[in-house]
């Protein structure tokens, strides 16, 4: 089966990535529920109750709305434990610190004195 679906993917790779915009949009919370069980561990619910548990706001800034981009499900690397769900801009800023608490209290501390706070 899987070989077939490869040789039709390879014939007309637009019509196969049509069907799957089209799957997509037809079943949004099912692929989204597939991804979260098999990259997260939980399921729509276990998202659903971590998002209201936080306000239904991200757990970096307190905002909501402020971006058109999803919101991420933030996780330690090491031990794949979920922590919260952020927005896209407090996932890019905690990536780029590499999650180091250090580097994100420098940045701060940096910021408070340049402000003159």
């Known amino acids: 089966m899987l070989e077939n679906d490869r040789q039709r993917y390879a014939i007309s790779p637009e019509k196969k990535k049509k069907s799957a915009n089209k799957y ?37 800034c307190g905002k909501d709305g402020h971006t058109k981009k999803r919101h991420h499900v933030d996780h330690d690397h090491k031990t794949g434990k979920v922590r919260g769900i952020l ?30 706070v």
Not at 33 to 53: F, S, V
Not at 89 to 116: H, M, T, V, W
């Open 24 to 60: 997509y949009k037809n079943n949004k919370i099912r692929v989204l529920e597939n991804m979260l069980k098999r990259t997260y561990g939980i399921d729509y619910k276990d998202w659903q109750k971590l998002w209201a548990d936080q306000g239904n706001v991200c757990a970096g």
């Open 87 to 116: 927005c896209h801009y407090c996932n890019i800023a905690l990536g780029q610190c590499f999650d180091d608490p250090k580097i994100l209290r420098s940045l701060a501390d940096y910021l408070e004195k340049q402000n003159g």
